[in-house]
């Protein structure tokens, strides 16, 4: 698989863990809403076959670090806007410092063989 490809399956992956992990998991209501909690499931499922396929060419530490800080950040912007759930200033340091620790996976991190 091209590096290319093996990117746009890590942003689906992490499209779809924001769309299940903040909206259809959070309107579930702890799985008590059918509808919901099945569409919320099927969607986490297609973001790990997501990462599944991107891990066939980027290393898994590389991929799942990349997916789990984005994904928790774009969460995050989700709550925001969509539920008005503000973080507070220590959350907001918390996720530039994800961010930056993405970025340096990502722009600085090696492999050693």
């Known amino acids: 698989m091209k590096s290319l490809t093996a990117y746009m399956f890590l942003v689906a992956g992490i499209s779809f863990g924001i769309i299940a992990n903040g909206y259809f998991l959070k309107i579930s209501e702890g799985f008590t809403k059918f509808l919901p909690s099945i569409l919320g499931v099927i969607i986490i499922l297609l973001a790990y076959f997501s990462l599944a396929r991107a891990m066939q060419t980027i290393p ?54």
């Open 60 to 113: 898994v530490g590389f991929t799942y670090a990349t997916y789990g800080g984005l994904t928790t950040i774009g969460v995050t912007l989700f709550g925001l806007l969509r539920f008005n759930q503000i973080p507070n200033f220590y959350a907001t340091i918390g996720i530039i410092f994800i961010l930056i620790g993405v970025v340096m996976v990502n722009y600085f991190g090696k492999l050693s063989n």
